[in-house]
């Protein structure tokens, strides 16, 4: 069976605020629903382990959501998640990072699932990340010390998406700003909007509305 790895933030905020935050639920569950139908399982990790913070867990017309979020297999993988210290990146088959703001604090730094991500994209593995989630793959260095996205066209959650999320004075660093100084290209559509870039290996979704897609790219990819 193919194994795809599911990094998450340990950070409960968003930013340096009080506000409740960590990953978005609507970015993992889309992504997980697509994998599971497909007959793909999945690992959930975070730089510490345990328990990951989570909102965007009471949408009440999200039946995928809903549904995914009252999987008791879910629940147990989510508060228990996998410390990056005891993977072994050889045993999975892609990469795949949600978004949420709480990775804008840690795993957009993180050197220890950086590595592994350079690792398992070298030995022909997929990385996928949607809205906040390519934060992740920022610090990721190849074997040639060439940043991972100096080579790659990406897209990512939108300035204007931050606005009108109402976000845009909270959040630690804009993330479309440090996609377009480290990618080889920053592309966007109007804000919303269903958009997946594809280049190569690397897949990335505009916002949570991408997270479907991108979970279907990454299927199509492992040829399941």
């Known amino acids: 069976m193919k194994k795809i790895l599911i990094p998450v933030t340990n950070h409960p905020t968003l930013g340096d605020t009080d506000q409740a935050n960590g990953t978005y639920a609507p970015e993992i569950t889309h992504a997980i629903h697509v994998f599971t139908e497909h007959g793909v399982d999945y690992d959930i990790a975070s730089i510490k382990g345990g328990k990951a913070p989570i909102y965007g867990t009471d949408i009440e017309d999200d039946a995928v959501n809903n549904n995914v979020l009252g999987n008791e297999d879910f629940q147990n993988r989510i508060n228990n998640t996998i410390p990056v210290s005891q993977l072994n990146i050889a045993d999975y088959d892609a990469i795949f990072y949600p978004g949420g703001f709480g990775l804008l604090s840690d795993l957009n730094t993180n050197e220890s699932f950086a590595k592994l991500a350079a690792t398992h994209y070298e030995d022909g593995g997929i990385l996928g990340a949607v809205c906040h989630g390519p934060a992740g793959l920022l610090p990721i260095k190849l074997s040639?010390?060439?940043?991972?996205?100096?080579?790659?066209?990406?897209?990512?959650?939108?300035?204007?998406?931050?606005?009108?999320?109402?976000?845009?004075?909270?959040?630690?660093?804009?993330?479309?700003?440090a996609l377009t100084r480290k990618a080889a290209k920053f592309t966007k559509v109007q804000p919303w909007q269903v958009f997946v870039i594809e280049d190569g290996r690397v897949i990335t979704g505009q916002n949570p509305a991408s997270a479907h897609a991108v979970g279907e790219a990454i299927i199509k990819q492992l040829s399941v």
Do not use: M, N, Q, W
């Open 144 to 177: 040639s010390g060439e940043s991972l996205l100096a080579s790659k066209s990406v897209t990512g959650f939108t300035r204007e998406e931050e606005i009108d999320y109402g976000t845009i004075e909270h959040i630690p660093f804009l993330l479309e700003e």
